[in-house]
Each structure stands twice: as C-alpha cells, then as structure tokens.
C-alpha cells in the first residue's frame, strides 16, 4: 500500500512542480469525489451519491486487489489483504460511503509517505544537484578551457573561480577561503595555505584560485559521496518487512475477529467494520517514513548510509568493533616532541631535519616538515639528497652533512634516554645526526583523536554494551590507546583474518558494528551487521564495502549516527505500536457493533495521520550533543591554536628538568631555569587567565551547567602555584647557582608541573574542544 521510495536524482524546477502535483493530485482529486457524492446526498439524489462513492471503491480496490494477487503469485503474503477484504466488503454490503472514505484512506497515506520521502530526501537530492560537471583547466600554451569534469585527470592544473564547486580532489596552488560544509557538515569558512590537500564538493568563498588535480572525477571524495547517496534512498527496512511476517498473526486473528461479530449478530456490516478499521496503514506507512527520515539526518551529519536497512540494524547495534589506527587515533604521524644534545638548539634540529626530508614523500618526512612550518621556522633548499630505504635520508643543508633516520651502534647517555622515553610513550624516534652520529632526535606520535573518549562514552550512552578495539599494532601502544579511550576488551597484533575471526564471532552474539578506514579493515566491516568506513581518510576499498561511510574525518559523527539511528527506529517502533493498538481497540468496539463502517473508516484516516505525523518527528530530535555557538566557536579554535606553543613550553620545560636532575651545579642550568619560568609566566599563565575569563564561561551553554569547568578551573590554580613555586626557588638562589637544598623539591615541582600541565591540555582537547574540533582537525 505504501508508496515506492522516490528515486534520489536531482531535480529541474519543472520536475519538481510536476512531482508535488503528482504526490497531491490523487488525494484532492479522491477527496473531491466524496464531496460531490456528499452533494449529491444532500440534494436527495441518494443514488447518484452511491453510484459515485461506489465507482471511488472500484478504482482503489482493483489495482490494490492486483496487488495482492501479484504478491500470492510470487508466495508473498502480507496485511495489505485487509485493505482489499474491506474495500470488497463495504460494496458487497452497500456501505458505499465507507468503501469511499477507505480509499481516500489510502491515497491519503500515499501522498503523506511520498511527501515525507521527498522531505526526508532533499538533503541527499541537495547533494546531488550541487555535483559539479565541468571545469577551468589550464592549457600548455597558457590559456583556460571549459572541459566536463569526467575528463579531468590527475595532474591537471585547474583554475576554480569564486563560487565555483571543486570538481576533483586536488592540491592548493594558493592559499583559498572554502565552504566545506557539503563535505564536513561545519558551516564556517575555513583558511588553506598553498600546498593543502583540497577535497572535491567544496565551495570556493573567496577569490579563484589555481588547483592541481591529484585524481579523477570518478575517483575524488565527492563523486564517492554521491555515489552512496544515489543508494541511500529508502529501500524497504526489515522493520517494513516485518509488517508482512505480522499478517501471518494479524491477518487471521482480524478475519476471526470480524467472522466472530458476524456470527454472533448475524450482521455482515460488523464484520465490515472490523475490516475497516483493521487496515494496517500505521505500520506500512510510519516505519518507512522514520526510516527515511533518519537517512536524511544521517546524512546532513557527514554520515551516508546505504539504506534503510543498515540504518535500522545501526539503531539496534549493541557491539562496536573498532580499529585503532586512522580510526581512534588520526592516522598520520605528529611530531610531538623534539630532543636535542647537549650544547644543541632544539629548533635547529627541527630546522634541519625538516630541511632534508622536503624532497621525501615518506609520510614521517611530511610530518616533520608539516612541525617545522607550524613553528615558523625557515626551511633550506637540500642539496646532495640520497635515501636509503628502511636507513633514512642524508644531504647538506647550508654545506652540513645532515643525516635523518636510524642510526647504527651505541646510542649516547641523552640518547638513550630519548629513546626509554619514547618507549614508554609508544612514540617512534627519528635521530638527527651528521658524521658524527646523532645531535638530536624528534619523537612521533600517532594522536589519539581528540573527539574518541567523549564519542566511547556517547556510544554507551546510546546504547552500545560491548566495545572492542582490533588492531595490528603492538600490545603496549594499543594497551594505552584502550585506556585512553575507554574501551572494553583490545585485540593486538591482529591480522586481517583475526579481525573478520572476531566479527563473525562477535555478530553470533549480538548486533555488531566494525569501524575501519584501511584496505585491510574491507573483510571485517563487510562480515559486521553494519560496516562503517572512515571514507573521508580515502580508503575506497573500505568504503565500497560499507554501509556506511563517514564523509567527514571526524569519529563523533559516528556517536551522531547511532543516536539519530536509535532515535529513528524507536520512532517507528512508537508509530506503529500506537496506531496498531488504536486499531486492535476500535476493532473490537467494531466487533460489538459500537462503530458502524463509515464512522470506522474516519476513524482509521484519524489514525494513520496521527501515526505518520508522529512519523515525521524522526526528522528533528535524538542527538545528545549541544551545538556550539559561533562565537564560542571561535573561542575554542583560537585557544585549541595556542595549545601547540604549550607543547613547546612542555618540552623546555622537560629538558630543564632532566638539566637539573643531572647538573644542578652547571652554569647553564639556572639561566635555562629562568628561561622556562619567563615562557611559564609569559605564556602558559596568560593563556589559562584568558580561557578561565572567556572561554570558560562560554562553555556552560554547551556543557550544560557552569560547574561543568570547575575542576578544570581548579587546574588553573594549581599551574599557577607550582610557577610561582619555581619564581621562589629562583629568588632564592645562591650566586647565580642553585642551592643542594633546593634541587630536590624543584625537581618535584618541574616533572610535577609538567605532569600536570600535559594532562590539563589534553583534557581540554577531549571534553572541550572536541565540542567543535578546529577546521583542520585531522589533516
């Protein structure tokens, strides 16, 4: 009975005025010919009225009628036999009025469910209309062509013009002002310098720019994107399925029921009547309509789902499988800290590190040149450049041999502690050396994304009871991902077989979620009830075998999706269950000859528009989180900026206390003093004075209550007590040296400042800035 889902295409204004008329027309032009029956009975041409009214009954039951017929023929058996026993029934006994009022009924549930899909669809049509479909390439003799966009190639260089829509994915040749919010789902205007990575389905807001294409059309973000929303129209769920399986018990309990008033009276328009408002409308019609309706969100959230069906087993989900690389953590190496020799500067073993590697295209050598830029320094053409795979890079930097990799033999005391220290950490060591061996080393990091432990603990929330975490990494570094992130059981050293093992065995148990982003998560996610892939990351391989992908390189959409997913299904579960049991009850009323046919059949239209406009609710509601104001927006990107000057206070602040572990009485070590208490002073305490004035106020909206800041407030003063511990010492010492008396408890307040102080800007990140993570987060 329910109305086919609309074909997800884009739509020509004349197409779009010729499909509303479509979807209303039936439902004006039935209720119409009610009306002017209803005038021909009150004229007194009672007969005429039959005869129109009847003719009504006629046209819905034939093709309704085939329907059925159709569906026995193919050995499917459904409620929508109810439908035709009480069109047929209110003509056999001449309640022709009733007959009509059904049909009416039915249109009117056709032309609710094709309005709510084309609703619930206009963000994916949305999608669809704004694809791109030709481009500005640039021509060797210097001049600009309009091609169609399938014939761009990687390589290409293309001029994009204010306004314009990206058409391939590609590399800034300028810096651009875009609107990425089709991609990411952020309505803010984001800043990318020259040499960013640009996604496809973006919007250039400011002046044009040069791009160089890195792929195709078919094979950019965009394309991938409309690809999933071309099937992420809504195909019948299991829940709508289910309707069906329930007419082998509502069907002959309705024919039992509607048999037992016509035995009991003797009156067949009692077993019409129970027919009549027995015709299950709330249950064909509500469940897609929710369904649909939580696509549509999903979507708007950077989540595309395949289709009605994924969505649904999404809202039952109770396990989550996750994988751990590019998924909770980012992906991508991050230089998180740099370790310098004695008598070295730590910023000229960045300098020249960075320099060297510009030519490499390893992924560590972008993630040292990437700190390098950020801390402003000036990078030097390489030149003599080899590599030597598996060993690391050499060449001269300013006529210095520079070598950057792995070095061979006995590693000095600083050395070696560089790298215990990085051990612990689970970080990896990149030395930094000339003849000589090493003068420095950067540690690199794998970050666990800011947004995984508030997006754990909205899983759970939602409704998730188990979350495991795959992974092929080592036991240790997993084991402190895991306690980072919270999850409930970790899998180490996994390979892609053991990963698919646990699935399938997880999936024996309960409704089971994987989430991946690599070539080597496909069997997995492909094995789970609902497989989600990081599309956003350009795992194609993963992607193709989800169903569902992330378009946006974030994990809290993924909490986003479950919610609206639950939210949905409950929804429909709701609709239904309430109008089946108003028609359980009028059925029985019917039964007992308290509701005669026409009175019934108002009555069923009373139900199926309560249920399909309860329906409708899917399309708002369910999402715990609270959105972020602009202008706290911006609070919280510009504090989350300064966050990486406070890692640089950290890591002087760390190498002036391993100073005074191991010579207090250099002549260094209290000049080196000094100058991490004035970066203290000077940086770190007016950052926390600024947040604890403006940020955090701001963020009582968000968090819900003002109290929600307060242990964080609390951090503040102690960071403040422990530097102003540091100035006493300071005041304190003798003859430009510290005091033996002094060492001991200042070494308690550096490593203990500097515990505290990491602990307090990754909290921040986690619980604060993760509300609305920088446009760059992730890159």
Partial sequence: ??????????????????????????????????????????????????????????VALLPAAWSVLRDLWRRRFGVDVIAVLALAGALGVGEYLAGAVIAVMLVTGRSLEAYAQRRATRDLRALLARAPRTARRRTADGGIEVVPVDRIAAGDRL????????????????????????????????????????????????????????????????????????????RKAPMVRLADRYAAAFVPFTLALAGLGWLLSGELDRAVAVLVVATPCPLLLATPIAIVSGLSRTARRGVLVRDGGSLELLGRARTLLVDKTGTLTAGRPRA?????????DRDEVLRLAASVEQLSPHVLATALVSQARARGLRLTEPTEVT????????????????????????????????????????????????????????????????????????????????????????????????????????????????????????????????????????????????GVAMGATGATASADVADAVLTVDRLDRLADAVEIARYARRIAVQSAAVGMGLAVLAMLVAAAGRLPPVAGAFLQEGIDVLVIVNALRALGGGLRRRDVA??????????????????????????????????????????????????????????????????????????????????????????????????????????????????????????????????????????????????????
């Fill in 630 to 779: 602009p202008g706290t927006r911006e609070l919280l990107d510009r504090y989350a900026g300064e966050h990486a000057a406070m890692r640089d206070v950290l890591a002087g602040l760390r190498d002036t206390a391993d100073l005074v572990a191991t010579r207090p009485d250099s002549p260094e070590c209290l000049p080196a003093l000094r100058a991490a208490h004035r970066r203290l002073t000077d940086e770190v305490l007016p950052h926390e004075d600024a947040e604890e004035r403006q940020l955090y106020p701001a963020l009582a909206g968000p968090l819900g209550s003002a109290e929600a800041t307060a242990t964080m407030s609390r951090a503040h003063v102690e960071i403040r007590r422990q530097v102003d511990r540091i100035g006493a010492h300071l005041a304190g010492a003798d003859d430009g040296r510290l005091r033996a008396d002094q060492v001991t408890d200042l070494l308690a307040t550096l490593y203990g400042l500097e515990a505290v102080l990491r602990l307090h800007l990754a909290q921040e990140e986690e619980d604060y800035f993760s509300l609305a993570p920088p446009a760059d987060a992730g890159r």
């Fill in 1 to 58: 009975m329910g109305a086919e889902p609309t074909e997800c295409v884009p739509e020509h204004p004349v197409r779009r005025v010729a499909a509303r008329w479509a979807t209303w027309a039936p439902l004006v032009g039935s209720t119409a010919v009610v009306l002017v029956g209803a005038g021909f009975w009150l004229t007194g041409r009672r007969d005429a009225a039959n005869l129109v009214w009847a003719a009504l009954t006629l």
């Fill in 159 to 234: 001029l994009v013009g204010p306004g314009d829509v990206v058409g391939v994915d590609g590399v800034l040749e300028a810096a651009a002002t875009l609107d990425e919010s089709v991609v990411t789902g952020e309505s803010r205007l984001v800043q990318r310098a020259a040499g960013e990575p640009v996604a496809s389905g973006v919007v250039n807001a400011g002046a044009g720019f040069g791009l160089r294409a890195t792929t195709s059309a078919a094979g950019s973000t965009y394309a991938g994107i409309v690809r999933l929303a071309e099937e992420a129209t809504a």
């Fill in 387 to 530: 590599e030597e795979p598996g060993r690391g890079v050499a060449g001269r930097v300013d006529g210095r041999l520079v070598r950057v990799g792995q070095f061979g033999g006995e590693l000095p005391g600083w050395a070696e502690r560089a790298r215990q220290r990085a051990e612990l950490a689970g970080s990896s060591v990149v030395w930094v050396g000339d003849e000589a061996g090493p003068f420095g080393a950067v540690l690199l990091e794998d970050p666990v994304r800011p947004d995984a432990r508030r997006t754990v603990r909205r899983l759970r929330a939602a409704g998730l009871r188990r979350i495991v975490m795959v992974t092929g990494d080592r036991p240790g570094t997993a084991e402190q991902v895991a306690q980072l992130v919270g999850v409930d059981d970790v899998l180490a050293r996994c390979t892609p077989r053991e990963k698919v093992d646990r699935v399938r065995a997880e999936a024996g148990r309960a409704v089971t979620v994987m989430v991946g982003d690599g070539v080597n998560d496909a069997p997995a996610l492909a094995e789970a009830h609902v």
């Fill in 336 to 344: 998180a800290e740099t370790v310098a020799g004695p008598g070295v």
